[in-house]
């Protein structure tokens, strides 16, 4: 590893005001707005006055230029306060970076200010009916009109979608070329053709919603098309889930923290047998094996933030955001489930906070790439990377290497 973790003061700074306004706006809020499927707009608001979406943006575009760690600390804070809210606000980042990664200076000295202030609401149009893990294989088309480009087609489970006024759309441009058939275009809310179709009703995270966006002959401007040249879209895409997957382990991490923490309290609280239940052996290993895992998702978290913040886009970091988005989800899910079981038939039922918990921490293991996929993201980084530690192959038995070699021929046989 190359690369320290350094808090800057204004990282540190953005952390305490996020956790204030989850204290004060989004925690006591969370049961109702989950129950109603509504958007938080009063933390939102809370949220641009704070300056808190300034935080993913730049310093010349009217951000604070702040980075991926500190994008991490402030949506850990939201995260543990309401799940929901944690990618409420994550998604905005996520729909950003292909404008900030490939976005031209005009995209961007358009965009992002308003982007910064919360003005504008963001949302990321990648995955289909049909193509969720497999990104490349898109339908969605954007055919160019004139000055314009022309979009068809439905884009699926897209976070965000209601609310958001801009939306980066993954579409087609060249259906014959095998390695630049994509392009990524900006939509604005309100574009004739351009309409939210479905809102889906999900188990958890029920206060952002997720949607279907359907496109019937949206007429964009060229201008639109990010980066200014078509086929750059799954570059973008895969860079862009690079940096948003650290930020995805943030909401787990948050996610895991905010119910490891009522577990713990109930706990020191719940009696049994004539002592409270965290005295009892079995409920102690639970705590501690929750406490455990949480603390180590966390440093992968900051870790795989900090990597990208010092060393930009690589081949290293997008690992370490495939780890650090796989472990944290897993992680969350695994204390949600056992802080559910500290809390016994209360942990099941809705009204106590840990039952919201457990719904939500789910689809951590399967948006932004499916923890399947972050699993192959990794093993194929760590094929190269045994490739290139030929030396050690010196102290491997050459017998065993022969057997490899026979077995293969004999099952290509
Ligand atoms: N950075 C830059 N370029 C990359 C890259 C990266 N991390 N990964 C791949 N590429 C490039 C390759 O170099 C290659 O370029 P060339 O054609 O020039 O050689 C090209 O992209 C194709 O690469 P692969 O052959 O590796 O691509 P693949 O088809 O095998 O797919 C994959 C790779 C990792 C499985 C990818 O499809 C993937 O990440 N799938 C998951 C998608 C995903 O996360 N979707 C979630 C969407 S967001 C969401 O959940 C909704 C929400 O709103 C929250």
Do not use: A, L
């Given at each position: 590893m190359s690369h320290n973790i350094v808090f800057s003061a204004k990282a540190l700074e953005l952390q305490a005001t996020a956790r204030e306004i989850a204290d004060k706006h989004v925690r006591p809020a969370a049961a109702h707005y989950d129950k109603a499927q509504e958007y938080n707009y009063d933390a939102a608001r809370a949220v641009a006055e704070a300056g808190l979406?300034?935080?993913?943006?730049?310093a010349e575009y009217g951000g604070f230029g702040a980075g991926i760690l500190a994008l991490a600390l402030v949506t850990e804070e939201l995260a543990k306060a309401d799940s929901g809210f944690g990618v409420a606000f994550a998604v905005n980042a996520l729909g950003s970076f292909p404008i900030i990664l490939g976005g031209t200076e005009e995209q961007k000295q358009h965009w992002l200010p308003q982007i910064a202030t919360g003005d504008k609401f963001v949302a990321f149009c990648l995955s289909e009916k049909f193509a969720g893990s497999d990104a490349q294989a898109l339908s969605v088309r954007a055919t160019l009109d004139g000055d314009d480009y022309v979009i068809c087609g439905e884009k699926k489970w897209t976070t965000n979608g209601g609310v958001a006024d801009v939306y980066t759309v993954f579409c087609?441009?060249?259906?014959?070329?095998?390695?630049?058939r994509i392009s990524a275009i900006i939509v604005e809310k309100?574009?004739?053709?351009?309409e939210v179709k479905k809102v889906e009703d999900k188990?958890?995270?029920?206060?952002v919603p997720v949607v279907e966006t359907h496109f019937d002959h949206v007429r964009v401007p060229k201008k639109n098309l990010i980066g200014g040249r078509p086929g750059l879209g799954f570059k973008h895409a895969m860079m862009t889930l690079d940096y948003a997957r650290p930020g995805v382990a943030a909401q787990a991490l948050g996610a895991a923290q905010g119910a490891f923490e009522f577990a713990n309290v109930y706990a020191n609280r719940r009696q049994t047998f004539g002592v409270p239940i965290s005295k009892h052996q079995m409920v102690q290993q639970l705590l501690a094996d929750m406490a455990m895992k949480t603390e180590a998702a966390r440093w992968l978290v900051y870790s795989s933030a900090a990597a990208i913040d010092q060393l930009g886009p690589s081949p290293a970091n997008s690992k370490m955001a495939a780890m650090a988005k796989c472990y944290a989800s897993d992680v969350a899910m695994e204390v949600a489930t056992d802080a559910v079981q500290v809390f016994g038939?209360?942990?099941?039922?809705?009204?106590?906070p840990i039952a919201k918990f457990f719904r939500d921490a789910k689809i951590l293991q399967i948006y932004e790439g499916t923890n399947q996929i972050q699993r192959l993201v990794i093993a194929r980084h760590l094929i190269r990377e045994a490739a290139e530690l030929e030396h050690l192959q010196a102290f491997i038995p050459i017998e065993i290497q022969k057997t490899y070699e026979e077995d293969e021929v004999t099952q290509e046989a």
């Open positions: 979406f300034r935080t993913f943006i730049p087609v441009t060249d259906p014959n070329s095998r390695s630049r309100g574009t004739p053709g351009f188990m958890g995270i029920r206060c038939g209360y942990g099941y039922m809705e009204d106590y």
